[in-house]
């Protein structure tokens, strides 16, 4: 697949296939069966000029998949199966709340693989168990020309034994559905190579909890609110490392199944999120993510924590599985696995 640009951006998208190659292909020649058998480079990039003055690249990886290094503002004639212009896994995962980042917390990534030129989509679903709870998220996103992210969740928080020492029932579940929208500003986190200024988004998240009643009774004020969020992330890649901090603005109890607001407050209070993820293979991350929360409702709150690992098979599909610990749900700490299957193009 060719993009065009025009020539000013070139040495900054050569800079960028080249170490992306040097970084990946040390972690690629462990596969081959025989390193003096004729092999297909892991990545080659070509420039060629046109007399319009325009420039034209392509890369090409070991595995006959054709990579983008740099978004073109021309239609690409990629097919939309063939799964966007993008490298593989810097659109992120999806995070519980339905954005693209990691499993806590959202990243100023666009998620999908659609470049400049082109629309993407996502759909996941989330599952993690601790001691004492359940919680299951589903959902999906679009994205417009690697700009903008338009993300819908639903999620269920199964009580288990509360609910039935509660009167509820073992199998009685809160539920929320979670409305985001995302929008880059300036940056570009894997372009940027020769720049220190990271890729900067802004977004929200409106969430609505179908069990008003139940959360007003733990002394919360609302069964619906809007968090707003600033996230700014930093891919080097001649580190094999991005960088993550998230700013975030929230009246929300444990993400909002316990509703929003407490008794004696209402008032935004301001939380840190940071992520930090290594590139073992152009496939594999492994990482970590660390997310504060607020006590609005006296219950002792805790903050949120994982380890997570993430692989992506095929470029349409990626699989993440994380040490949770989310602090403190009302019985006690919880702790227990995440996993997390997304499909996207």
Same mark, same amino acid.
């Given at each position: 697949?060719?993009?065009?640009?025009?020539?000013?951006?070139?040495?900054?998208?050569?800079?960028?296939a080249t170490?992306?190659?040097?970084?990946?292909?040390?972690?690629l020649?462990d596969?081959a069966p025989?390193a003096?058998?004729?092999?297909t480079?892991?990545?080659v990039?070509?420039?060629?000029?046109?007399?319009?003055?325009?420039?034209?690249?392509?890369?090409?990886?070991?595995?006959?998949?054709t990579?983008?290094?740099?978004?073109?503002?021309?239609?690409?004639?990629?097919?939309? !199966?063939?799964?966007?212009?993008r490298?593989l896994?810097t659109g992120?995962?999806?995070?519980?709340?339905?954005?693209?980042?990691?499993?806590?917390?959202?990243?100023?990534?666009?998620?999908?693989?659609g470049?400049?030129? +082109?629309?993407g989509?996502?759909?996941?679903?989330t599952?993690?168990?601790?001691?004492?709870?359940?919680?299951?998220s589903?959902?999906?996103?679009?994205?417009?020309?690697?700009?903008?992210?338009?993300?819908?969740?639903?999620?269920?928080f199964?009580?288990n034994?509360?609910?039935a020492a509660?009167? !509820?029932?073992? +199998?009685f579940?809160?539920?929320?559905?979670?409305?985001?929208?995302?929008?880059?500003?300036?940056?570009?986190?894997?372009?940027?190579?020769?720049?220190?200024?990271?890729?900067?988004?802004?977004g929200?998240?409106?969430?609505?909890?179908?069990?008003g009643?139940?959360?007003?009774?733990l002394?919360a004020?609302?069964?619906?609110?809007?968090?707003?969020?600033?996230?700014?992330t930093?891919?080097?890649?001649?580190?094999?490392?991005?960088?993550?901090?998230?700013?975030?603005?929230?009246?929300?109890?444990?993400?909002?199944?316990l509703?929003?607001?407490g008794?004696?407050?209402d008032?935004?209070?301001?939380?840190?999120?940071?992520?930090?993820a290594?590139?073992l293979?152009?496939?594999?991350?492994?990482?970590?993510e660390f997310?504060?929360?607020?006590?609005?409702?006296?219950?002792? +709150?805790?903050?949120?924590?994982? !380890?997570?690992?993430?692989?992506a098979?095929?470029?349409?599909?990626?699989l993440?599985?994380?040490?949770?610990d989310?602090g403190n749900i009302v019985?006690?700490s919880?702790r227990?696995?995440?996993?997390?299957?997304?499909?996207?193009?």
């Amino acid at each position: 697949m060719n993009i065009s640009m025009p020539i000013a951006q070139l040495t900054r998208s050569l800079l960028a296939a080249t170490t992306f190659a040097s970084l990946a292909a040390p972690a690629l020649a462990d596969d081959a069966p025989d390193a003096t058998a004729d092999a297909t480079p892991v990545m080659v990039v070509t420039a060629t000029e046109s007399a319009d003055s325009r420039v034209t690249v392509a890369a090409r990886d070991g595995e006959d998949d054709t990579i983008e290094i740099a978004d073109g503002d021309e239609g690409s004639g990629r097919s939309f !199966l063939r799964g966007g212009g993008r490298l593989l896994l810097t659109g992120g995962v999806t995070q519980v709340e339905g954005a693209a980042g990691g499993g806590l917390a959202p990243w100023a990534l666009i998620g999908s693989y659609g470049s400049r030129d +082109e629309f993407g989509a996502n759909a996941f679903f989330t599952g993690v168990n601790t001691q004492d709870f359940s919680l299951t998220s589903f959902g999906g996103m679009i994205t417009a020309k690697n700009r903008v992210e338009l993300s819908i969740a639903r999620q269920s928080f199964n009580l288990n034994a509360l609910g039935a020492a509660l009167g !509820l029932g073992r +199998e009685f579940s809160i539920r929320q559905t979670v409305v985001g929208a995302k929008v880059r500003l300036i940056g570009d986190a894997v372009l940027d190579q020769d720049s220190l200024l990271p890729q900067i988004s802004v977004g929200l998240q409106y969430k609505k909890n179908d069990e008003g009643a139940i959360v007003r009774s733990l002394g919360a004020q609302h069964d619906e609110g809007v968090d707003f969020y600033a996230s700014a992330t930093k891919i080097i890649l001649s580190q094999s490392l991005l960088l993550n901090g998230t700013a975030r603005l929230t009246k929300a109890n444990q993400f909002g199944i316990l509703g929003f607001g407490g008794p004696n407050d209402d008032s935004y209070k301001l939380q840190f999120e940071g992520s930090a993820a290594l590139l073992l293979t152009r496939k594999l991350a492994i990482g970590g993510e660390f997310r504060t929360k607020p006590d609005f409702l006296g219950l002792g +709150e805790e903050d949120a924590l994982d !380890l997570f690992v993430a692989y992506a098979p095929v470029r349409n599909a990626s699989l993440t599985l994380a040490y949770a610990d989310l602090g403190n749900i009302v019985v006690g700490s919880q702790r227990g696995v995440y996993a997390s299957l997304q499909i996207g193009f």
